[in-house]
């Protein structure tokens, strides 16, 4: 038989033989009935081996609802539930901020809070317009040229000009498609957990980052593209050598990376 006795700041595990021993004497009035038998001491048992977390310092999952203990991990940092896997932020409700509340900084600029199931921020895709402006301005006075003379030539009988017209019409209607194409089939999607890089329109690719394992964002401009607040962003993680997302000609890219930074542990 054994059990657990403490005395002065010290814990005792007591250990008796199952054969022969006397029953122990009842406790009387201001007095308690003490164990018989061999007292060792036992380091590490009280205080400091054993630990139960509080439920203030656990967390539950909102995927599978299960609660469990996120030691170790600073309220705004991501952890994964041991039961489900599901990626989430450590709330600052846990009693890890040493009773100090962690704002969230995405909350504080108006988007969709830190922690909370996954939600959609922002959805970016290349500009049409302001990465070739000149080129784009030029091509529109075309294609309203090409048809206006097209009609002009018709009505005075020049059939051969009026088909060239309208030929330049459709080549110029064909370069505006291929530029729409060019900006629908990639896009930047953000999530208040990750960022993901969709390509393609009929085959379609995907690359995503976690927030937590963004390591770099880079920003690229030329003079114009400053003028015209477009630029190329690239985004990198922790263990990577190279970039893993690159997106050209994306509108206000400085928006986009103060967008991700608000969830980034910083």
């Known amino acids: 038989m054994s059990g657990i006795s403490g005395h002065g700041g010290r814990v005792y595990v007591f250990v008796r033989s199952a054969a022969n021993v006397p029953p122990a004497p009842k406790a009387t009035r201001g007095t308690a009935a003490r164990p018989r038998g061999r007292l060792r001491y036992a380091p590490g048992i009280m205080g400091q081996g054993i630990s139960t977390p509080r439920s203030a310092d656990l967390m539950t999952c909102e995927a599978c609802g299960k609660q469990f203990d996120p030691a170790g991990v600073a309220p705004g940092a ?29 909350q504080a600029m108006g988007l969709p809070p830190d922690s909370g199931p996954e939600a959609d921020v922002m959805v970016v895709h290349p500009s049409m317009f302001r990465a070739r402006p000149l080129t784009f301005i030029g091509a529109l006075a075309g294609l309203i040229a090409a048809l206006a003379g097209a009609g002009v030539f018709y009505n005075r009988g ?17 370069v505006f498609g291929y530029w729409y194409l060019e900006q629908a089939r990639e896009r930047l999607q953000i999530t208040n957990k990750r960022v993901v890089w969709v390509r393609g329109i009929f085959s379609k690719g995907s690359m995503e980052v976690l927030h937590d394992r963004i390591q770099n964002i880079e920003i690229q401009q030329s003079f114009w593209h400053r003028l015209w607040g477009v630029g190329r962003i690239s985004i990198s993680s922790a263990g990577e050598a190279d970039f893993e997302i690159r997106i050209d000609n ?14 980034r542990p910083m």
């Not at 901020?97 to 900084?105: F, H, L, S, T």
């Open 78 to 106: 991501k952890i994964a539930c041991p039961y489900c896997g599901d990626v989430q932020s450590v709330p600052a409700r846990t009693g890890l901020a040493q009773g100090k509340a962690v704002p969230d900084r995405a």
């Open 158 to 174: 020049s059939a051969v000009l009026a088909i060239l017209c309208a030929a330049a019409a459709v080549v110029l209607l064909g």
């Open 250 to 263: 994306v509108p206000n890219p400085y928006r986009i990376r103060e967008v991700i930074d608000a969830y």
